[in-house]
């Protein structure tokens, strides 16, 4: 899930709610994250220094919003280099 929150969050800086909507959208609705998994995600991907946050108040609702710090750039990249080779192995193995 880390790998998606951080891909979703990489296209622009993103609320809790707001990672919920683009993963569903970007997905067409395969993909439906519970927001009770999504907060605590983003809470521990903050400690690990891989989002930025800040407030904003939009509507009168104040909501944080998450940015991906270098690390976090760095950790995506990571993460989609080896998501490239799991998913050709698995295309060897059964194609």
Do not use: C, N
């Amino acid at each position: 899930m880390d790998f998606l929150l951080l891909a979703a969050i990489a296209r622009k800086p993103l609320h809790g709610y707001g990672v919920v909507e683009a993963i569903r959208e970007a997905t067409r609705g395969e993909l439906d994250l519970a927001e009770g998994t999504v907060y605590p995600a983003l809470y521990r991907l903050e400690g690990a220094g891989l989002l930025a946050s800040s407030w904003t108040t939009v509507g009168g609702r104040r909501r944080r919003v998450y940015r991906l710090t270098k690390r976090g750039r760095d950790r995506l990249e990571q993460e989609r280099e080896e998501w490239k080779a799991f998913t050709g192995a698995v295309q060897a193995v059964t194609a």
